[in-house]
């Protein structure tokens, strides 16, 4: 392999460098991430007020609880005097009769309270336990994100490293001037410091080239440089 082969190579192998440093600098799941957490921080939220009325509901469901109890044992002791046959006045025992029913209608109406009650707790559980679900499965999109971010990152690093080895391997082969001269060409040529000779056009400035000079740079083994845009000329026999 010539020198001017060895540049090309060393060429192709710095664009690819470039190629992957650009694709390692805008590898980010940013983003998706940011708009995954931010609803996360709403279902949080949401959750948290889920939870705390959840609470409070079974708070109203314990006092309702004790309420029907307390109201059960007077039922019970009013049921135990009506029929125990101590009392023998009629208007004591109409006006236990209607203690009774009044007790026994606020019963009916405490318990009615507390099932209905009841099934708002259920359904509020319901909805939590699959806010929690949704939730976990958001987390989880999150951490899949940011691991698919890093290996992605550091599927580029490991290719970073390589191509690093191989264009010390290939520079240890030419000369620090002729190295210098090829970095200085590729900075001020659009990255393009060796172009392709191909059916006696450069293919770095599109432009057809003398036959003269065509010939001389398939004979040659050293450098060629085109006359239109100065860049080193290859060609692949």
């Known amino acids: 392999m010539n020198k001017v082969e060895l540049l090309y190579k060393l060429q192709g192998i710095d664009d690819r460098i470039k190629e992957v440093e650009r694709k390692l600098e805008s590898v980010s799941n940013l983003k998706e991430v940011g708009v995954r957490e931010e609803d996360l921080f709403k279902r949080e939220e949401a959750l948290g007020e889920g939870e705390l009325k959840l609470k ?6 314990k006092d309702i609880e004790f309420e029907d109890d307390l109201l059960l044992r007077k039922e019970k002791d009013y049921k135990e005097q009506l029929y125990s ?3 023998g006045n009629p208007k004591e025992l109409e006006k236990l ?18 099932l209905e009650l009841m099934m708002e707790i259920e359904e509020g559980e319901g909805k939590l336990s699959e806010g929690e679900d949704e939730l976990n499965k958001i987390r989880e999109k999150v951490k899949e994100l940011k691991r698919e971010e890093e290996f992605r990152k550091d599927q580029y690093k490991e290719e970073l490293e390589e191509l690093k080895r191989d264009k010390e391997e290939v520079k240890r082969l030419l000369e620090d001037g002729l190295i210098s001269k090829y970095n200085d060409l590729y900075r001020r040529k659009s990255y393009k410091a060796v172009a392709k000779l191909e059916d006696g056009y450069c293919m770095g400035c599109r432009i057809s080239l003398p036959f003269n000079l065509v010939r001389e740079v398939k004979e040659a083994d050293e450098m060629v440089l085109c006359d239109n845009c100065g860049r080193m000329l290859y060609y692949k026999g």
């Open 85 to 87: 046959g101590e009392i």
């Open 56 to 61: 409070e509901l079974k708070k109203r469901a």
């Open 97 to 114: 009769q209607d203690k009774l029913r009044k007790v026994s209608e606020n019963k009916g109406e405490v318990e009615e309270k507390l």
